[in-house]
């Protein structure tokens, strides 16, 4: 009997129904759209990168420049070597402060009241005073002559030039003005309606703070009217109480009864307020020609007329009255185009440069004057509470020394770990509980780390607060896990086939792993390092805990000493309320990003050094 053998069934394959063309071309729809989800993807991250890449560097490119003011100064010897021996030591008593002074009101010579020089000075820097100093330590001989020298700006006038601080608009005059007097307060009338604008601009912010008023009284009606129903309330409470005899009750009410209708009665008296308020801004608001005085609260009108300078008091469609700054050379009539009006934006209320000092420094910058240079000082000096004084040398001299203490721990113990585990650890419950407890350590809130600083190294072992010594052994706790997991990584990398020539050669398990598996897995032990490094100098939470907060002016010198990092100097100049901190923020986080672009550079580097194909 022959066994006959059926044949196997085959599928045959379609790809050329209508059906198998519809599946080909939903597959490719499928897949464009993955990829156009990826791109999309990229391309979101990458907008948001150049956003946040621009508001850093707009705002702190301005801060590696300096605004100096290059000023003649006449250093006379009574000033600076009253005895004219022209020893070093009694030149650097000298009161360099005066001799800018006088200079300075050489140049405005109605700023001769002591609030002007005041004023005057403090468009200059502290350290003024001490740059003349130093030039004159180098040359004696300028003792009785004139100095020019530029001369670092306080942040306030820095901030001014840099358009931080308002914006001022000049406008040629068309008509013919004609001053009252030169001096005190005086009347300036023109021939056409060279006012008009800043008479419709005052009308504007008149009907705002009347639309504002109008919303504030609107809502202390409202809440009038609930405190008016619940005095209702609590009296017809009361009255109850009282007729039902409940002892305990009653004080009880009275005493919120009282609060109550004091509290109505402040609200009523605010409102009263609010409504006078208002009709006087409705009143304003209805004479759109009548004349309006001119408030700290209002936009500043200058007027430059006859070599001096008006400031408005009261502004109308042809004419003002103010009060001088600068006096007038005459009282005769200025010619249409001779004279000009100067509109300070920003209301003198709000910033920290009054008028004349806006004055002083337009007219320095008119002068020519007025020069800028970059800021060399802020990477060679440490921290200030003067924001144009302000450095970053300090922080990265303490980021530097705090990386470094970590370094020495991390690498060689998390190597030396990595090694021990991978290598020469038994596999039992015991090494797995503690390669557990590694994935774990890598996962702990760094601010966790800086507790336990606190507790063991600052109080149990009472080492130096706020020193890169502490600093970097709480980031060494901190980054040591993930070096471990790195360099275990790296050292699994490795090809067995590594391993076994060199055992199979002779070489003993210690020299197998040291001499061939090391040497090959240093490449990803140090990419590792350096990411971990990384980590650990973007690190603010921990240090603060352990006083790295302080405010450090001097330079570390040594890793007992105290010092700050940049990450924590970032922080807390963020915090602080000058304007021109601001920038010096965004320029500290710039060299922070150039430090960490620099030591992901260093991994790359260090991975093509070591790297070895096989």
């Not at 003649?72 to 070093?88: F, H, L, M, S, Y």
């Not at 300078?309 to 109308?316: G, L, S």
């Not at 302000?390 to 970590?406: K, M, R, W």
Request: proline content about 5%; overall charge neutral.
């Amino acid at each position: 009997m022959t066994d006959m053998t059926a044949p196997a069934s085959s599928r045959v394959l379609d790809v050329t129904s209508d059906r198998a063309r519809a599946r080909i071309r939903a597959r490719y729809r499928k897949e464009a759209r993955f990829r156009a989800y990826g791109l999309i993807a990229i391309g979101f991250a990458a907008l948001f990168l150049v956003v946040l890449l621009t508001d850093i560097l707009s705002k702190g490119i301005p801060a590696f420049f300096v605004t100096q003011a290059t000023v003649p100064v006449t250093i006379e010897a009574a000033d600076v070597d009253p005895n004219g021996n022209r020893k070093v030591s009694e030149i650097a008593k000298g009161d360099f402060a005066a001799a800018l002074r006088k200079s300075l009101v050489a140049m405005f010579p109605y700023a001769n009241d002591r609030a002007s020089r005041r004023q005057l000075m403090g468009l200059f820097s502290s350290v003024a005073a001490s740059e003349l100093r130093d030039a004159v330590i180098a040359d004696p001989n300028l003792i009785g002559k004139q100095v020019t020298l530029p001369l670092l700006l306080s942040d306030d006038a820095d901030l001014f030039f840099k358009g931080g601080i308002t914006e001022v608009q000049v406008q040629a005059a068309k008509g013919v003005a004609t001053p009252s007097g030169t001096e005190g307060n005086v009347e300036i009338v023109s021939s056409g309606p060279d006012f008009a604008v800043e008479l419709g601009d005052v009308k504007r912010q008149i009907s705002a703070q009347l639309r504002s008023v109008r919303r504030d009284a609107e809502a202390n009606n409202l809440l009038k009217a609930r405190y008016q129903a619940q005095v209702q309330d609590l009296t017809a409470q009361l009255a109850q109480a009282r007729a039902a005899g409940d002892k305990d009750a009653a004080p009880a009410l009275e005493q919120a009864l009282a609060k109550a209708t004091s509290d109505l009665e402040s609200v009523a008296a605010n409102g009263t307020r609010l409504e006078e308020r208002m009709l006087q801004l409705k009143t304003k608001a209805s004479q759109p020609a009548a004349a309006e005085a001119l408030d700290p609260t209002l936009p500043s009108l200058l007027v430059r007329i006859n070599g001096g300078i008006v400031k408005a008091t009261e502004v109308a469609g042809d004419r003002i009255k103010g009060t001088v700054i600068a006096p007038l050379s005459s009282a005769a009539p200025a010619a249409a185009g001779s004279w000009s009006t100067e509109n300070i934006l920003t209301p003198e209320s709000s910033r920290r440069l009054g008028d004349r000092e806006v004055v002083w420094l337009e007219d320095l910058a008119a002068k020519d004057m007025i020069t800028n240079a970059f800021n060399w000082s802020f990477f060679t000096t440490g921290d200030s509470r003067e924001p144009e004084l302000a450095g970053v040398l300090g922080g990265i001299v303490g980021s530097a020394l705090t990386l470094l203490v970590t370094l020495g721990i991390c690498l060689p113990v998390g190597v030396a770990a990595a090694i021990y585990l991978e290598e020469f650890a038994p596999k039992n419950r015991f090494t797995e509980l503690i390669e557990v407890n590694i994935n774990n350590l890598a996962a702990v809130p760094s601010i966790v780390f800086g507790l336990l600083g606190l507790a063991i190294f600052l109080n149990f072992f009472g080492m130096p607060r706020s020193s890169a010594l502490v600093g970097g052994l709480v980031l060494a706790l901190l980054v040591l896990p993930t070096i471990i997991i790195a360099a275990r990584a790296a050292l699994k990398a490795v090809p067995p086939s590594i391993r076994e020539a060199a055992l199979g050669v002779g070489a003993s398990h210690q020299q197998a792993v040291f001499h061939h598996v090391l040497p090959l897995a240093m490449p990803g032990i140090m990419t590792g390092t350096i990411i971990g490094m990384a980590h650990a100098l973007g690190e603010t939470a921990p240090l603060l805990l352990i006083g790295m907060v302080a405010f450090i002016v001097d330079i570390p010198h040594g890793i007992e000493d105290a010092a700050t990092v940049l990450p924590v100097q970032i922080f807390l100049w963020s915090d602080l309320p000058e304007v021109a901190f601001r920038a010096k923020t965004s320029a500290a986080i710039i060299v922070l990003l150039l430090f960490l672009f620099v030591m992901n550079g260093a991994a790359i580097m260090l991975r093509k050094h070591f790297e070895r194909r096989w």
